[in-house]
Nanobody
Framework: QVQLVESGGGLVQAGGSLRLSCAVS??????????MGWYRQAPGKQRELVAV???????NYADSMKGRFIISRDNGKNTVYLQMNSVKPEDTAVYYC?????????WGQGTQVTVSS
C-alpha cells in the first residue's frame, strides 16, 4: 500500500522560507509514479494545485507560486520536496502531497503552513 507522509510545516514569517518533505513508502521507487505534486487548501477554499513534477523531471507551477516555490524529487530517498521562498500570508494553508500513477491517486494527510504578517 502506497503511503505519503508530509513533514516540514509550521509557522513562518512573511518573506521567510520553509521546506516541505513528502516521504513515499510502499513502492519500489517514486520514479515509477507518473507525477508527484503538492496541493494546498486554505480555510473555506477549494484545494488547489501548487506544483507538480513528472517522472521525467518536468515541472509545472500555479501562477502565484512561480518564481517563489521549487518542487524537486530525490528518487533514491523516495521523497518529494517543496521549497517555499518569499512566503506570503496568503500561502497559509494545509499542504498535501499527491501522487498520480495511471488510474491511481495517492494523498498524504497534509501539513499545516501558517505565514504571519
Amino acid at each position: 500500500q502506497v503511503q505519503l507522509v508530509e513533514s516540514g510545516g509550521g509557522l513562518v514569517q512573511a518573506g521567510g522560507s520553509l521546506r516541505l518533505s513528502c516521504a513515499v513508502s510502499g513502492i519500489g521507487s517514486i520514479f515509477s509514479i507518473n507525477a508527484m505534486g503538492w496541493y494546498r487548501q486554505a480555510p473555506g477554499k477549494q484545494r488547489e494545485l501548487v506544483a507538480v513534477i513528472t517522472s521525467g523531471g518536468s515541472t509545472n507551477y500555479a501562477d502565484s507560486m512561480k518564481g517563489r516555490f521549487i518542487i524537486s524529487r530525490d528518487n533514491g530517498k523516495n521523497t518529494v520536496y517543496l521549497q517555499m521562498n518569499s512566503v506570503k500570508p496568503e500561502d497559509t494553508a494545509v499542504y498535501y502531497c499527491h501522487g498520480l500513477d495511471g488510474p491511481y491517486r495517492y494523498w498524504g494527510q497534509g501539513t499545516q503552513v501558517t505565514v504571519s504578517s
